[in-house]
């Protein structure tokens, strides 16, 4: 849903990514500082309950994710490396975020309106994980000539979601927020696998030679 939004932001960054090439600095450094921005900001900032500066500083860096694949078209720099590389701190990114949150909550201290804190250090944790095995479902899908793109909570929608949301907690003091948000994301991401499933499992059954 969020990526029709990405050729607008990325029209906003462009200038920013055309300097830095002229600078010679390369699309796989762009990848390499956002993803130790977006862990730094997010497991520095989040366990301690410092919530909107948290997330302005993920926010910042964030963007290097439309900064690198603009910087490596724009100086046919692109490669099979370069998505691997990608994608790969991609998940290193979304799981910070959820690790934060994970690490506030193991706070004795830690503000829960909806429940014990404990409740929201699971939901942090099965945010991580059914984050990670969406991702996987459709890179393992795409490793046997299928696709798995698609469902109710990608990527991007999941992000977008959780720093707007962690955002407004923080600068309203109103964890429910937050909370809300873990909730939603839990549930959407669990239903997302299994639509991932359910879209593999369609273009296997035409393909009764292949082995799943």
Excluded at 193 to 202: D, K, T
Aim: charged share 15%.
């Amino acid at each position: 849903m969020l990526e029709r939004f990405r050729q607008f932001w990325t029209n906003v960054w462009s200038p920013l990514a055309d300097l830095l090439l002229r600078l010679g600095v390369k699309p796989d450094h762009v990848t390499i500082v956002g993803t130790l921005g977006v862990s730094a900001g997010a497991l520095w900032f989040f366990p301690r309950g410092q919530f909107f500066i948290g997330v302005m500083v993920v926010t910042a860096f964030v963007f290097s994710d439309l900064m690198d694949g603009y910087m490596a078209r724009k100086s046919g720099q692109s490669s099979k490396w370069g998505a691997f590389l990608d994608s790969t701190l991609d998940r290193v990114g979304d799981a910070a975020v959820f690790g934060g949150l994970l690490l506030y909550y193991t706070r004795p201290d830690a503000e829960s309106t909806l429940g014990p804190a404990d409740l929201y250090l699971g939901l942090s944790l099965a945010c991580l994980v059914l984050g990670s095995l969406t991702s996987y479902a459709r890179a393992r899908a795409e490793s046997l000539g299928m696709q798995a793109k698609g469902g109710i909570a990608e990527r991007a929608d999941r992000l977008v979601a959780i720093l707007v949301m962690t955002g407004f907690s923080g600068l309203l003091d109103l964890p429910v927020l937050r909370e809300v948000t873990l909730w939603a994301l839990a549930l959407a991401s669990l239903v997302t696998v299994f639509q991932r499933m359910a879209i593999v499992h369609r273009q296997a059954v035409q393909q009764p030679g292949l082995d799943v």
